[in-house]
């Protein structure tokens, strides 16, 4: 879902550019998408699940990243189908590494260039470039100077292959014509995502919390698929399966602080809107472990382990960042 919200601000102005755009998706981030254009082409690009576990452990991880790299020549077999069907003429794949053609200028929207993983970095920043190297250019969504987002993850060592750094994307923007209500109303919003069975884990525990401080509280399922749906719960919680960037900008607005995942896209989100916020990260999901700790050290966000999920401890402390 991070992906394809991040994709939104680059789409917007390939429109704006004059462009056709087909939008290439699955499931949820295709469902995202239709909503955010629902005047576009679409085609349905089937996409990689991937599964942390219960526990998150590190063997998991590991059968993953070989289930992952066979998906790779999967979709690479599957994409100059759709070339030839619909006469494209370039390609902009995000974090699809697989979606490159010989017959058109392919570029891949990556952060990811130094994964972190727990055994065999080294081969796996290998199997990245070469993977990366195969497509015409690799845009970065960050900046290149030491005040940068993404950490080790794009700026670990110096970079080899072509690259652009095209600075940080998000679908949130604030413009002059937009009249939002800045009063904090809401204690916190909480926007969960990510992959199953650790996403409903996290809404549990989520609303286990609200009721325990009887918190003021929205809270976004992060289920696109789902019919909107608004849930008055106890306590003055609102509960929405999907909100529209718009409406979902206005919320985040609303509420004091920002309690969500730890992936890339969301941190652009909210360095764009200037939240306070509680990351807590994927239980086995490394890159977003290392962000959590990258921008706690930072003191940019406060960062609490899934496992140690306090909501009352954490909106004492994140006052402090």
């Not at 699940?49 to 999967?74: A, D, P, W």
């Not at 413009?175 to 990510?194: C, H, M, N, P, Q």
């Not at 749906?229 to 979902?248: A, D, P, S």
Request: with cysteine; proline share 4%; aromatic share 10%.
């Amino acid at each position: 879902m991070g992906h394809a919200a991040r994709c939104v601000p680059l789409i917007k102005q390939f429109v704006a550019d004059g462009h056709e755009v087909i939008i290439g998706a699955d499931k949820n981030p295709l469902a995202f998408l239709k909503q955010e254009f629902p005047k576009l082409k679409t085609v349905v690009i089937p996409g990689y699940e991937v599964n942390y576990g219960e526990k998150g452990s590190t063997l998991k991880l590991f059968y993953e990243s070989v289930k992952f790299f066979n998906f790779i020549k999967e979709e690479h077999s599957f994409i100059d189908k759709i070339i030839e069907e619909y006469n494209i003429n370039l390609i902009v794949s995000d974090n699809r590494y697989g979606l490159y053609s010989d017959k058109v200028k392919s570029i891949i929207l990556t952060h990811q260039l130094f994964v972190k993983a727990p055994i065999g970095e080294k081969i796996a920043h290998q199997k990245i470039e070469k993977l990366i190297n195969k497509f015409d250019e690799c845009w970065i969504p960050d900046v290149a100077g030491e005040n940068n987002l993404s950490g080790d993850l794009s700026h670990l060592y110096p970079i080899k292959i072509k690259h652009k750094f095209i600075g940080p994307l998000s679908r949130f923007a604030i413009k002059k014509d937009v009249t939002l209500s800045r009063g904090e109303e809401y204690d916190i919003i909480a926007i969960i995502s990510g992959p199953e069975p650790q996403r409903t884990i996290f809404e549990k525990l989520i609303f286990d919390e609200i009721e325990k401080n009887k918190l003021k509280a929205v809270v976004v399922l992060g289920q696109p698929n789902q019919e909107l749906e608004v849930r008055g719960q106890e306590l003055g919680t609102k509960v929405f399966n999907h909100l529209e960037t718009l409406l979902l900008q206005e919320y985040i607005l609303k509420s004091k602080v920002v309690v969500c995942r730890a992936g890339y896209s969301s941190i652009m989100d909210l360095s764009a809107l200037n939240k306070k916020a509680i990351l807590v990260p994927t239980p086995g999901q490394t890159e977003q472990e290392y962000l959590a700790a990258y921008h706690h050290k930072k003191d940019d966000f406060y960062a609490q382990k899934q496992s140690e999920f306090d909501l009352g401890k954490s909106l004492i402390e994140v006052g402090k960042f």
